[in-house]
């Protein structure tokens, strides 16, 4: 990438899953100029309602699952948690900058509101779609 493309920021607004976040991330990530800002809009925790990730659509699909019991771990985001993503090129690109996680269910007074509303995504204040 030649200066003049590069970005300031890159929001990755994709399929909400942890494989298509770090393919977009790592395919991106070349054209983010030095100091850039890289936004993952939704990254999912724990499961959804019926123990699977955005309920029907997607089951199970990126959702870190218990061995034992075969239900979703709570509070665990695939692209986070999953060790096989800690190494390679997303590894690299999280221990060399600076990475912090924003969860818009903290402090939401309407959370009650939000979580009938999106009802298969918001399973509790720590399962959900909205980090």
Known sequence: STGASLKDIIIDDGEHTAPANEKTLEAMWPYLRDGGL???????TGGARNNAMFGDWFPRRGCPVNETSGECVSGKAPLVHDPKLRYGALGRIFHENEVFFADTAVG????????RRLHYFVKDRVNHNSH
């Open 38 to 44: 890289y936004c993952v809009e939704d990254i999912v």
């Open 108 to 115: 939401n007074p309407a959370f009650d509101s939000m979580q």
